[in-house]
């Protein structure tokens, strides 16, 4: 049996008055014009007779008939457990046509045509209170349903989010780390400090990433130290330009230029030939504009420096975060390859 929560309360509570209302309305505008309580008393209990059948059918089919036969689709039972109900309610119509029949009384014939067409307008009438009853219960269903689906898919996004995030910090590690290690080799003392620059990058990827957005000022300064770092794989024919801009603290996803910034390393330098990597970061009240333009140099499978992430991850992280409120702009030829991104 299901469990009975606040909303439940509310939502019963909800419907008595309003048809507390529908009832009382009537006799409140009575006391208002007359000014005499026992008419107004009166217009009460007359409106009570006239909607106690369909309040009784409405509230059945609400809570009983309509989840466990029509939303079941068992509607021949449905349409029998209304029917008996209807003829239990009106008993007493049908007995007084008896009666006249066995006490050799037979109507008048205006009389009889009245007594069925007020049958058939009464019926006419409930059979709406029990449509009214269906559709609202439709309508909380599919309400419910939906909030149930927003939730779920939420909590996919949630989940794919994190995932894609995971991918991050492992990956400019492998790569940072390749660097670091090239340098060791050449200038010991530079490899020692960029070391210690990693361990402030990977404090920051560990511990300040771990929600879903985080201040974008603290997201430039990762990514210029990031820059630095991966500066140490390029030589005298690479130019790497940065131009960063904020003006508030406005948040952020993090780590989501991180994968558009390797690949401009890793498609953009070349150790033979000249090499430019342009990154700029401008935010303007609360449109942010990220642009990366590089050199082309694409590399060849079986160089597997920096795989795994790549565009995909940027997009689909973008897309999840910020449907409908970015522009993704992509240029490639054979010298140069260009991106911008702007979120708002």
């Known amino acids: 049996m299901k469990n009975i929560n606040k909303k439940d309360i509310a939502l019963l509570a909800i419907q008595l008055a309003v048809w507390g209302t529908l009832i009382l309305l009537p006799s409140v505008a009575s006391f208002i014009i007359t000014g005499i309580w026992n008419d107004s008393l009166m217009t009460a209990a007359v409106m009570w007779g006239l909607l106690r059948q369909p309040i009784i059918l409405y509230f059945l089919n609400f809570y009983i008939l309509g989840p466990y036969l029509f939303f079941k689709r068992k509607f021949l039972s449905f349409v029998f457990a209304n029917a008996v109900t209807l003829f239990v309610l009106n008993y007493g119509f049908f007995m007084m046509r008896n009666a006249s029949r066995t006490h050799d009384f037979e109507m008048p014939r205006n009389a009889l045509i009245g007594f ?95 929600k879903e957005q985080v201040p974008i000022q603290g997201e430039v300064e990762f990514m210029a130290n990031y820059i630095d770092l991966m500066k140490l794989r390029c030589n005298e024919k690479t130019s790497v330009k940065t131009f960063f801009r904020t003006q508030q603290n406005v948040p952020v996803a ?67 975060m910020y449907h409908g409120r970015y522009e993704w702009e992509q240029k490639q030829d054979e010298k140069t390859y260009y991106v911008k991104i702007t979120i708002r």
Not at 142 to 159: G, M, S
Request: hydrophobic letters at 40%; proline letters at 2%.
């Open 254 to 320: 993090p780590l989501l230029f991180i994968s558009l910034i390797e690949n401009a390393f890793k498609h953009g330098v070349s150790s033979s030939k000249d090499s430019f990597i342009n990154i700029s970061l401008v935010q303007e009240n609360d449109t942010i504009t990220f642009i990366c333009e590089n050199s082309n140099y694409p590399k060849d499978d079986t160089d597997r420096s920096g795989s795994g992430i790549g565009l995909e991850n940027t997009r689909r992280r973008l897309e999840l």
């Open 116 to 210: 069925y067409a007020s049958m058939f307008s009464y019926l006419i009438i409930n059979i709406v209170f029990i449509a009214t009853a269906l559709g609202i219960r439709h309508f909380l269903n599919v309400r419910k349903i939906k909030k149930q689906l927003e939730e779920e898919r939420q909590k996919n996004t949630e989940a794919e989010l994190a995932w894609l995030k995971s991918q991050i910090n492992p990956h400019f590690l492998f790569n940072t780390l390749n660097n670091i290690s090239s340098l060791t080799q050449i200038d010991p003392d530079a490899a020692q400090d960029s070391i210690a620059q990693l361990s402030d990058l990977l404090r920051y990827a560990i511990y300040e990433t771990n």
